[in-house]
């Protein structure tokens, strides 16, 4: 959870800072601002979601109930962790193939259903 929240930060104070030079750089088109944010550190966060739909779909109530714990303590919600695996869903790449893809996404979808 410390990474997640490690990562969380950087990727909201990145997301802020983009949407100030929104106003001065109106060229900025999504995908790039998609990118910026990625390497401000969305991959790595995306990557620990995807860990923790992991954990959550193995349906050991412990873990549950510290991932729950973990959540509060940090004022977060499963809705956050939804969010961003919602966004690694939408983004995933087809580098080996659409039915890679495929997979892929619905493993995801799988994990946010889960949440």
């Known amino acids: 959870m410390e990474l997640y929240m490690r990562y969380s930060n950087r990727v909201k104070a990145e997301t802020e800072r983009l949407s100030n030079l929104e106003l001065d750089d109106l ?3 999504e995908e790039e601002k998609y990118n910026r944010k990625l390497d401000s550190g969305l991959y790595t966060l ?6 923790l739909g992991h954990l959550w779909t193995s349906e050991h109530p412990r873990m549950r109930a510290r991932i729950e ?12 962790v939804k969010d961003i695996l919602q966004e690694y869903h939408d983004n995933v790449g087809d580098l080996e ?5 495929e ?5 995801i979808q799988r994990f946010i259903s889960a949440f």
């Open 27 to 29: 060229e900025m088109d």
């Open 46 to 51: 995306q990557l620990i979601a995807v860990i």
């Open 69 to 80: 714990l973990l959540l509060k303590q940090n004022k977060l919600s499963r809705k956050d």
């Open 97 to 101: 193939g659409p039915e890679e893809r």
């Open 103 to 107: 997979r892929a996404q619905s493993k």
